[in-house]
């Protein structure tokens, strides 16, 4: 997270209140307050064994289960269909090595080129599956809106199972069978299931159904479908879908296998190029070291290759294949900074201030990358602090935007909301809460953008477009401590909607100094409530700094928002803040 560069400048601080905990006094004080906090109020809401989750009784399970089995059993050719996210990536590893290791003979896997066909089971993409000759395709993180996609796949006497995540539209595919969470009549309690996720409890349903039909034997023994745990991990944090309990049941037992090596060689690879040790990995290096790398070959490229690495057994191969997707990540690291470069020269212009920002930010530009657009998208939104979308080409007629929401707007029901008062502007359009992808005429986005900025103000207050950070308090000296460093990190993993702990405070500037071009490195001391800076220093470190504004020589005090964090080196272990905000202080 960068420091502050927006219009407000330095976030407005909303302290969390903790509600009254019933938690048993082997739960630290410092976690009973926070865990309170986020709505966790026991010590059977914060526990993350297997057996927390739910039982696979999610609608259509049974459906898709008997149809994977009959499949199986009379060896038939199953055919993954897959997105070209992490999420995707993931979720398609899981169902072909899943599939593999329940029985099946014949399964393969497809992902669409986001540049060639787009999202989704489309009949661009069926009559590629086609050529396969599959007598099952079944969808991974997709599906769900697939409706033509279906169809033609119907036409060609290929059924189509769709397990998916993202939320309905008022119609659905016909389709042999639908899995997802989120359909009208599910009952199953866990709704924020990434693909990853819902893909693992098909195959928790299908290894019953086989073990009631007395598939197993000593020849073909029983699969452990915990082994899969790493990567459903990984997707589920990548996704940045909320972790309630099943997901945080998901990333922790996924976290316990990497940590002790029992984890797939491409998952080993991208963490020794993205310079992680495994032994100390957490939820937010699955999110900002492994899950990038793997994106990048979506966006700029084909997500296969990093399907491969995943996929593959052999060490060296991995390595050299996380190579390849590292290459790539610094490739649209770049291409990232001359797009925002670009939008920010256009923002300028504007002399954009609390009195005449948008309430919805639209951005367009025909050299823009298609597949970057989604990450311009969000860094915009956090510089602005309103909902953003940002468009490129995708042909000579048609403009292809990504959307990134603040909390308080739900992107696609503003986009489903906007379509309806608007028919015909919009031609397609999907996504969660806080991000979605649509496309329209290039001809319509004009009228595109008057009406989501209409919609945004409909819909928002105007103290949700006011930018605002949640703390958990101040820090006296004495908790700036390695003990509580170690505890926040074993008590994730933290994500989104069971957010790391952000604490707030001033600090005396010791030292500042940047490092790897972009990053502020210092030394503090902490102020006491008594307004003391005692002799206790404290490193820290602000990542992607303004460096028009730091290093700041007149600075001698500072306020941050900032998380509590161990750093190991040179196997010494010390305290580090991680610096999401910073002001300087003036008498």
């Known amino acids: 997270m ?23 006094a082997a739960v630290p004080p410092l976690l009973q307050k926070l865990y309170g906090a986020r709505g966790v109020l026991s010590d059977s809401e914060i526990e993350t064994g297997l057996e927390q989750l739910p039982k696979p009784e999610m609608k259509g399970l049974a459906e898709a289960s008997r149809l994977l089995a009959d499949a199986i059993q009379t060896q038939k050719r199953l ?20 599939l593999r290791a329940l029985g099946a003979a014949y399964v393969d896997y497809l992902v669409p080129n986001r540049f060639e066909f787009g999202y989704g089971l489309t009949p661009e993409i069926v009559a590629v599956a086609a050529e396969r000759q599959p007598d099952l395709i079944v969808t991974v993180d997709n599906g769900i809106s697939s409706i033509e996609g279906v169809a033609a796949a119907a036409k060609l006497g290929i059924p189509v199972l769709v397990t998916d995540h993202h939320l309905p539209g008022d119609a659905l595919p016909d389709a042999a069978a639908i899995v997802n969470p989120n359909q009208h009549g599910c009952t199953f309690p866990a709704k924020s299931l990434a693909g990853v996720g819902v893909m693992f409890y098909v195959l928790l349903a299908l290894r019953t159904e086989l073990r009631a039909r007395a598939w197993f034997s000593d020849a073909r023994p029983e699969a452990n479908l915990a082994e899969l745990l790493d990567l459903v991990a990984l997707g589920t944090v990548a996704d940045v879908v909320p972790l309630e309990q099943t997901n945080r049941v998901l990333v922790t037992q996924g976290l316990r296998r990497i940590r002790a090596g029992r984890c797939r060689p491409g998952i080993k690879a991208l963490l020794r190029v993205a310079g992680k040790d495994a032994s100390r990995l957490v939820a937010a290096d699955m999110g900002f070291a492994i899950g990038p790398r793997l994106n990048a070959a979506g966006r700029l490229d084909d997500i296969s290759l990093g399907i491969r690495c995943l996929l593959t057994d052999d060490e060296d191969v991995a390595l050299n294949l996380a190579a390849e997707l ?26 954009l201030d609390a009195s005449n920002i948008p309430n919805g930010i639209c951005l367009y530009d025909p050299t823009w990358h298609q597949g970057v657009v989604g ?27 990504s959307a990134r929401s603040i909390p308080g707007l739900h992107l696609r029901d503003a986009l489903d909301l906007l379509a309806k008062r608007h028919p015909g502007l919009l031609n397609k359009f999907g996504g969660h809460a806080m991000a979605a992808g649509l496309s329209l005429a290039k001809a319509d986005y004009l009228r595109f953008v008057d009406a989501f900025d209409a919609i945004v103000a409909e819909l928002t207050t105007e103290e949700q477009l006011t930018a605002a ?101 040179r196997e010494r272990l010390s305290v580090q803040l991680l610096v999401d905000h910073i002001q300087a202080l003036t008498d």
């Open 375 to 401: 990450i311009l998208a969000s860094r915009i939104k956090d510089r602005y602090y309103r909902p953003v979308i940002a468009f490129a080409d995708a042909d000579d007629d048609e403009m292809k935007g």
């Open 79 to 98: 055919l993954i269909v897959g997105d070209f996210d992490c999420d995707g990536a993931t979720s398609t590893c899981v169902g072909l090595l899943g």
């Open 469 to 569: 950070v949640h703390s958990d308090g101040e820090l006296q000296p004495e908790d700036f401590s390695i003990e509580h460093a170690e505890l926040l990190r074993s008590a994730g993993p933290w994500g989104q909607n069971f957010p790391e702990p952000k604490f707030h405070g001033c600090f005396r500037l010791v030292q500042q100094r940047i490092v790897g071009e972009r990053h502020l490195k210092m030394v503090l001391a902490p102020i006491s409530a008594a307004g003391d800076a005692g002799q206790h220093i404290i490193d820290a470190i602000a990542f992607n700094i303004d460096t028009a504004q730091w290093p700041n020589p007149q600075a001698e005090q500072v306020k941050l928002i900032y998380k509590l964090d161990s750093n190991l080196f």
């Open 326 to 351: 590292d290459d790539l990540n610094r490739e649209r690291r770049a291409i990232e900074q001359s797009m925002k470069d670009d939008a920010m020269r256009v923002l300028s212009h504007l002399q």
């Open 2 to 24: 960068s420091a502050p560069e927006s219009v407000t400048d330095f976030p407005k601080i909303i302290l969390r209140k903790s509600a009254a905990t019933a938690f048993s």
